[in-house]
């Protein structure tokens, strides 16, 4: 009885594992590349959580710096456009 109980402790506790890890794979997913938009100048997502197996044949970015960089010119020139765009219009 007792080793019946345990066996089913066991399977319940691997079942949680795997359910554990489909959610990280979950997780880990490549960011969407907007047209027109060179995936280099994208990080990588599975590089930064460490599991990247394509190297440098990846199509994303592996620089980590490549994402600091690419979000602040993002951030200044969205403005710009909105102002190209607002003068336009008015
Ligand atoms: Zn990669």
Redesign the pocket.
Known sequence: MNSFNEQKRKEEEKAREKELSDLFKVAVSQPKVPVGVDPKSIL?E??KAGQ?A?GFK?K?S?DLNVQRKGEKIDIYSDKRDDGKLMSLLV
């Open positions: 990588c599975f590089f990247c394509k990846c994303f592996h």
